[in-house]
């Protein structure tokens, strides 16, 4: 859910050589909602509101993910 994150992924995806992939690797937070990527900060450090922010940030991302993934899909999300 971080830079480094995503650059460990895409190093295995380097080394692995695949070829033909269909799937993407990006950040999670790129299904903000915004126009802007966010970071989910990781809040073991930061006490229990940290951990508020980055549960809603996930359950955000999750409902964004899905609604871009699967368009075609009606059924309301809560």
Not at 30 to 42: I, L, T, Y
Request: charged share 30%; glycine share 4%; hydrophobic share 35%.
């Amino acid at each position: 859910m971080d830079s480094s994150n995503l650059e460990n992924l895409r190093r295995f995806q380097t080394r692995w050589k695949v070829k033909d992939a269909k799937a993407q690797v990006r950040m999670f937070g790129d299904f903000s909602g915004s126009r802007r990527s966010e970071v989910v900060e990781d809040p073991y450090y930061s006490g229990v509101n940290a951990f508020e922010t980055a549960f809603e940030q996930c359950r955000r991302f999750s409902l964004n993910f899905l609604r871009e993934t699967f368009p075609d899909i009606t059924e309301p999300v809560s």
